[in-house]
């Protein structure tokens, strides 16, 4: 698609880390699929993997960490 940000570039497949804060828990995501702008390099990721993402923030919530790294994993 073409990226609504520089409105230059074409979005790409690739990946990228996502921080997610949430009720004093930190969690980071790597290796998220998302769509890459080849001019600018912003990154898109899918309605699929946020619901994914919102998901794993509220387990570890759940589960009392304050701050963790993990790789996305799909559902
Ligand atoms: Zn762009």
């Given at each position: ?61 759940r589960?009392?960490t ?10």
């Amino acid at each position: 698609m073409e990226c609504v940000v520089c409105r230059q570039g074409e979005t790409k497949d690739g990946s990228t880390t996502v921080t997610l804060e949430r009720r004093g828990v930190t969690l980071v995501v790597r290796s998220v699929p998302a769509q890459v702008c080849e001019n600018c390099g912003e990154e898109y990721v899918g309605a699929e993997e946020t619901t994914r993402l919102l998901s794993l923030a509220e387990d570890a919530v759940r589960g009392g960490t304050r701050f963790e790294v993990r790789d996305y994993v799909a559902a």
